[in-house]
């Protein structure tokens, strides 16, 4: 039977023309799963597993011919994606058959550095030089072996378990996603995550940076929020898109602020500045739920008496300890406490605002200033401030107004911008009210809540992606930093550089920043051991051995469901037997530990196993025997209590349940926030600075932190008048985590292409679909490069910015090679190009030429 595209992708953009689905299946015999017996000639059945592709695990039902997956559905039941699927998964049938996977294990053959030549090995062969390298690096030192996060399915099984049994060096991929919000949300509020709104109560939403039906958002990958936001908009919801880019915004906002990049926390502060101006502020909220009554002196540290932070009581006019009981903080106010001046916290914000004026706002950012006011106004007046109302029995604060922000947060000033994007809110009393701003899916206080604020700055040595330095004592783990201190570890007082690496589902090269410093820094990785789906562009200039990785052909999880109002689980379930000789990445990881002598026993993989999955004491695994994999997961689902075990996810798929009130909002919880203060005030930032000062660091490095979000010009407008545009990179949600090469979704974005105002076009003599290079400069070293690429004229962009898609730039799959650049060639992961949370910043200053 042949298949066409309309039938393929079923109610998707996509629907157009017609290609054989044969063209995959003709060849059957090629893909014939190991072990498999001749079939009736005819049987079908649907069978549950977990979306792979994306980034949120959407529940799936897949049609199964004769134990052959011919047609994959959404799950019904699953909340995230109510049985629909988008285009990246119906496509990623056409991953699972892609005949250009790696199909066995491989081992290289020429010198490294440039394109691979491989030989095919077995299994034993691969593993066992794996395993031997692994052991022998360890035996010398664990942080000698070094494991790169990528697209981690199963964290308990990768990013835990194997990380502590190989006591290796994780190295993350975060400070090029969001991780910056993430740090910013956990050290303001509590929960881990970014910005996004509570969808089903909110009537007003700034999307701030969000590509609304063009990418996820905070935690999510696609279906959820942009079902979310129609059902809101039904409802007479709000939005104002804030963006360079109008991007997948279309007739969802009602209107576009086109920010100037890298200067969202210069618009946060005059919003700010605004609401305090008019004196639309939630004070009660601001006194019982933040620091922002604490008394602060002149040096900028909170007074305490006795270890305990100060207020200033207006009932006694004295100062008392912040949880003394009956007493009425003062909010505002200067006062003097034995010989000490203060003032509350909030009245210093509330002066340090006063510079940052919409008027000022307006001539940074490129917004107008009665705009600022007039959202600052809607703001507001949206926030509903002393209302509340009734949701599941419990009577909760009511402050309709949030924002959306994600990748937003990757620009110099990320993590200040994002605080002041919490503020902002806080001021409102919306953090965590009903219809208001939320971090994560539910009230759960993250333990960098507290660790951040009890940072301290050690002395070197320090590992490679400088965890506790001077430099970045508040640390997303940026992989580029790594690659540029493994260039030049002597200047920052680096003494180990890991020579093993273990690179999983990830594609450095491509996938971070600073292309030409990972390429250097990989070099000299003595041994590189790739697991993957395909040989990407990373395995294929530097990996030793590559194991090849089943796509949807395995076991992972667990996964989880939150969609902020239900939960659940599920597991993603092998779908058919391994194609070609792939095996499940848990396969493998038991298999390299077995050769790595890191299985068995106290604190091996198995051990910590049973302690990442929270195995109860009678499910728990023999740490001396090596389990099936779905044993593995049987034992996990029977210590969740489904007395079934796996057969229950076999059967039905996901279990979902509601999540109350009471667990989904920080004000429902007893006691509100758990008893924590939001910190509008940060005060253990100032700390920072001062240790870091002490350890004679550049102020470059330090400048950032500071107690309350300061505005500065970034570093990209110190280079030169001739880079007179702003580059920003975008994500497309086509390829967001699907690699750029399933030939259905290269149908939909074919090629890479600048985004480019046609004013600014026509200024430099640039046709429509001309090819121009993009030269992109580094403001601290001067150092410039440069990629060619095709014009393409969008409106919907500042004629002072352009926009290159993060993806393309790959070469080694046929699907997706000679299709243009990547623009991670064009940032720097240098100082001032990555600052105080060692985030990467995904904005440069550029020129554009023929």
Request: proline share 6%; glycine share 8%.
């Given at each position: 039977?042949?298949?066409?595209r309309?039938?393929?992708v079923?109610?998707s953009a996509?629907?157009?023309?017609?290609?054989?689905?044969?063209?995959?299946l003709?060849?059957?015999?090629?893909?014939?799963?190991?072990?498999?017996?001749?079939a009736?000639?005819?049987?079908?059945?649907?069978f549950?597993?977990?979306?792979?592709?994306?980034?949120?695990?959407?529940?799936l039902?897949?049609?199964?011919?004769?134990?052959?997956?011919?047609?994959?559905e959404g799950?019904?039941?699953?909340p995230r994606?109510?049985?629909?699927?988008?285009?990246?998964g119906?496509?990623?049938i056409?991953?699972?058959?892609?005949?250009?996977?790696?199909?066995t294990?491989?081992?290289?053959?020429?010198?490294?550095?440039?394109?691979?030549?491989w030989?095919?090995?077995?299994?034993?062969?691969?593993?066992?030089?794996?395993g031997?390298k692994?052991?022998?690096?360890r035996?010398?030192?664990p942080?000698?072996?070094a494991?790169?996060k990528?697209r981690?399915k199963?964290?308990s099984f990768?990013?835990?378990?194997?990380?502590?049994?190989?006591?290796?060096?994780?190295?993350?991929?975060g400070?090029?996603?969001?991780?910056?919000?993430?740090?910013?949300?956990?050290?303001?509020?509590?929960?881990?995550?970014?910005?996004?709104?509570?969808?089903?109560?909110?009537?007003?939403?700034l999307?701030?940076g969000?590509?609304?039906?063009?990418?996820?958002?905070n935690k999510?990958?696609w279906?959820?929020?942009p079902r979310e936001?129609?059902?809101?908009?039904?409802?007479?919801?709000?939005?104002?898109?804030?963006?360079?880019?109008?991007?997948?915004?279309?007739?969802?906002?009602d209107?576009?602020?086109p920010?100037?990049?890298?200067?969202?926390?210069?618009?946060a502060?005059?919003l700010?500045?605004?609401?305090?101006?008019?004196?639309r502020?939630?004070?009660?909220?601001?006194?019982?739920?933040?620091?922002?009554?604490?008394?602060?002196?002149?040096?900028?540290?909170f007074?305490?008496?006795?270890?305990?932070?100060?207020?200033?009581?207006?009932?006694?006019?004295?100062?008392?300890?912040?949880?003394?009981?009956?007493i009425?903080?003062?909010?505002?106010?200067?006062?003097?406490v034995?010989?000490?001046?203060?003032?509350?916290?909030?009245?210093?914000?509330?002066?340090?605002?006063?510079?940052?004026?919409?008027?000022?706002?307006?001539?940074?950012?490129?917004?107008?200033?009665?705009?600022?006011?007039k959202?600052?106004?809607?703001?507001?007046?949206n926030a509903?401030i002393?209302?509340?109302?009734?949701v599941?029995g419990?009577?909760?604060p009511y402050?309709?107004?949030?924002?959306?922000a994600?990748?937003v947060?990757q620009?110099?000033?990320g993590?200040?911008?994002?605080?002041?994007?919490?503020?902002?809110?806080?001021?409102?009393g919306?953090?965590?009210?009903v219809?208001g701003?939320?971090?994560?899916?539910?009230?759960k206080?993250?333990?960098?809540?507290?660790?951040?604020?009890?940072?301290?700055?050690k002395?070197?040595?320090?590992?490679?992606?400088?965890?506790?330095?001077?430099?970045?004592?508040?640390?997303s783990?940026?992989?580029?930093?790594?690659a540029?201190?493994?260039?030049?570890?002597?200047?920052?007082?680096?003494?180990?550089?890991p020579?093993?690496?273990?690179i999983?589902?990830?594609?450095?090269?491509?996938?971070?920043?600073?292309?030409?410093a990972l390429?250097?820094?990989?070099?000299?990785?003595?041994?590189?051991?790739?697991?993957d789906?395909?040989?990407s562009?990373?395995a294929?200039?530097?990996a030793?051995?590559?194991?090849?990785?089943?796509?949807?052909?395995?076991?992972?999880g667990?996964?989880?469901?939150?969609?902020?109002?239900?939960?659940?689980?599920?597991?993603r379930?092998?779908?058919?037997?391994?194609l070609f000789?792939?095996?499940?990445?848990?396969?493998?990881?038991?298999?390299l530990?077995?050769?790595?002598?890191i299985?068995y026993g106290?604190?091996?993989y198995l051990d910590?196993?049973?302690?990442?999955?929270k195995?109860?004491d009678e499910y728990?695994?023999?740490?001396?025997t090596?389990p099936a994999?779905?044993?593995?997961f049987?034992?996990?689902?029977?210590?969740?209590?489904?007395?079934?075990?796996?057969?229950?996810?076999?059967?039905?798929g996901?279990?979902?349940?509601?999540?109350?009130a009471?667990?989904r909002?920080g004000?429902a919880?007893?006691?509100?926030?758990?008893?924590?203060?939001l910190?509008?005030?940060g005060e253990?930032?100032?700390?920072?600075?001062?240790e870091?000062?002490?350890?004679?660091?550049e102020?470059?490095y330090?400048q950032?932190?500071?107690?309350l979000?300061?505005w500065?010009?970034?570093?990209?407008?110190?280079?030169g008048?001739?880079y007179?545009?702003?580059?920003?990179?975008?994500?497309?949600?086509e390829?967001?985590?699907?690699?750029a090469?399933v030939?259905?979704l290269?149908?939909l974005?074919?090629e890479?292409?600048?985004e480019?105002?046609?004013q600014?076009?026509?200024?430099?003599?640039i046709?429509?679909?001309?090819?121009v290079?993009?030269?992109?400069?580094n403001?601290?070293t001067?150092?410039?490069?440069?990629?060619?690429?095709?014009?393409r004229?969008?409106?919907?962009?500042?004629?002072?910015?352009?926009?290159?898609?993060?993806?393309?730039g790959?070469?080694t799959?046929p699907?997706?090679k000679?299709?243009?650049?990547?623009?991670?060639?064009?940032?720097?992961?240098t100082a001032?190009?990555?600052?105080?949370t060692?985030?990467?910043?995904?904005?440069?200053?550029?020129?554009?030429?023929?």
């Amino acid at each position: 039977m042949r298949v066409s595209r309309r039938t393929f992708v079923k109610g998707s953009a996509a629907a157009v023309g017609g290609l054989a689905l044969s063209q995959y299946l003709n060849g059957f015999e090629l893909l014939k799963p190991r072990g498999a017996q001749a079939a009736p000639a005819v049987a079908e059945d649907w069978f549950p597993s977990a979306c792979w592709i994306g980034k949120q695990d959407c529940g799936l039902l897949a049609r199964r011919i004769n134990g052959r997956v011919v047609k994959l559905e959404g799950h019904p039941d699953d909340p995230r994606n109510r049985g629909r699927l988008c285009p990246k998964g119906q496509a990623q049938i056409m991953a699972l058959y892609d005949y250009n996977r790696a199909k066995t294990p491989l081992i290289r053959t020429n010198e490294k550095g440039i394109a691979g030549k491989w030989r095919p090995a077995s299994w034993d062969e691969a593993l066992a030089l794996a395993g031997e390298k692994i052991k022998e690096a360890r035996a010398r030192n664990p942080e000698l072996v070094a494991w790169q996060k990528g697209r981690s399915k199963a964290g308990s099984f990768y990013d835990e378990a194997f990380v502590k049994a190989a006591g290796a060096l994780k190295l993350h991929h975060g400070a090029f996603c969001s991780d910056a919000g993430y740090r910013a949300g956990e050290y303001t509020v509590g929960p881990s995550g970014v910005l996004h709104p509570d969808f089903r109560h909110t009537k007003y939403v700034l999307a701030w940076g969000w590509n609304i039906t063009n990418s996820g958002g905070n935690k999510l990958c696609w279906i959820t929020y942009p079902r979310e936001l129609i059902m809101a908009k039904e409802r007479g919801m709000k939005v104002v898109a804030i963006d360079p880019r109008l991007r997948g915004a279309g007739p969802f906002a009602d209107e576009w602020l086109p920010i100037r990049p890298g200067t969202d926390l210069a618009l946060a502060l005059a919003l700010a500045n605004a609401l305090v101006g008019e004196d639309r502020i939630d004070r009660e909220f601001l006194k019982k739920y933040t620091n922002a009554p604490f008394l602060v002196k002149d040096d900028g540290f909170f007074l305490r008496i006795d270890g305990k932070e100060q207020v200033w009581d207006a009932a006694s006019g004295s100062a008392k300890p912040f949880d003394a009981a009956g007493i009425d903080p003062a909010l505002e106010g200067e006062f003097t406490v034995g010989e000490a001046k203060v003032k509350t916290a909030f009245q210093v914000f509330r002066e340090h605002l006063a510079q940052y004026t919409p008027e000022w706002a307006a001539g940074v950012c490129g917004v107008p200033a009665e705009k600022i006011r007039k959202v600052a106004r809607e703001l507001g007046e949206n926030a509903a401030i002393g209302q509340t109302i009734v949701v599941d029995g419990v009577e909760l604060p009511y402050r309709p107004v949030a924002i959306h922000a994600y990748h937003v947060s990757q620009q110099e000033l990320g993590f200040q911008a994002v605080r002041a994007m919490i503020l902002l809110m806080m001021l409102l009393g919306a953090v965590e009210a009903v219809g208001g701003q939320r971090v994560d899916f539910t009230w759960k206080p993250h333990e960098n809540f507290e660790k951040l604020d009890q940072a301290k700055v050690k002395d070197p040595p320090y590992n490679i992606y400088l965890k506790d330095s001077k430099f970045y004592p508040i640390n997303s783990n940026n992989s580029s930093v790594a690659a540029r201190v493994m260039l030049e570890p002597e200047k920052y007082g680096v003494t180990t550089i890991p020579e093993v690496l273990i690179i999983h589902m990830t594609n450095p090269l491509l996938a971070f920043g600073d292309q030409e410093a990972l390429i250097k820094a990989y070099k000299k990785f003595k041994f590189v051991v790739a697991i993957d789906t395909w040989l990407s562009e990373t395995a294929d200039y530097f990996a030793d051995v590559v194991l090849p990785a089943a796509a949807m052909e395995k076991y992972e999880g667990p996964i989880g469901l939150a969609t902020g109002y239900e939960d659940g689980k599920a597991l993603r379930l092998p779908l058919m037997e391994p194609l070609f000789q792939s095996k499940g990445e848990i396969d493998i990881y038991l298999d390299l530990c077995e050769k790595a002598g890191i299985l068995y026993g106290k604190d091996g993989y198995l051990d910590q196993l049973n302690k990442a999955l929270k195995l109860k004491d009678e499910y728990k695994l023999d740490a001396n025997t090596r389990p099936a994999v779905r044993d593995i997961f049987d034992r996990w689902a029977k210590s969740e209590g489904f007395a079934e075990g796996i057969r229950y996810f076999e059967e039905k798929g996901v279990k979902v349940s509601q999540v109350p009130a009471s667990k989904r909002y920080g004000l429902a919880a007893s006691p509100p926030f758990s008893g924590k203060r939001l910190r509008l005030y940060g005060e253990s930032l100032l700390r920072l600075q001062e240790e870091m000062k002490g350890k004679k660091v550049e102020q470059i490095y330090w400048q950032d932190y500071t107690p309350l979000p300061v505005w500065r010009k970034p570093t990209m407008d110190l280079s030169g008048p001739e880079y007179d545009l702003y580059l920003i990179s975008f994500k497309k949600i086509e390829y967001k985590q699907s690699r750029a090469h399933v030939p259905l979704l290269i149908e939909l974005a074919p090629e890479q292409y600048v985004e480019i105002n046609p004013q600014a076009a026509g200024a430099r003599g640039i046709k429509d679909g001309e090819e121009v290079y993009v030269e992109s400069h580094n403001a601290v070293t001067g150092e410039t490069r440069r990629v060619r690429v095709k014009a393409r004229y969008v409106e919907g962009i500042r004629p002072d910015t352009v926009g290159l898609s993060h993806h393309y730039g790959l070469w080694t799959n046929p699907w997706a090679k000679d299709r243009g650049p990547t623009p991670n060639t064009l940032f720097f992961s240098t100082a001032g190009y990555v600052t105080n949370t060692a985030d990467q910043s995904f904005h440069v200053k550029v020129r554009v030429y023929k």
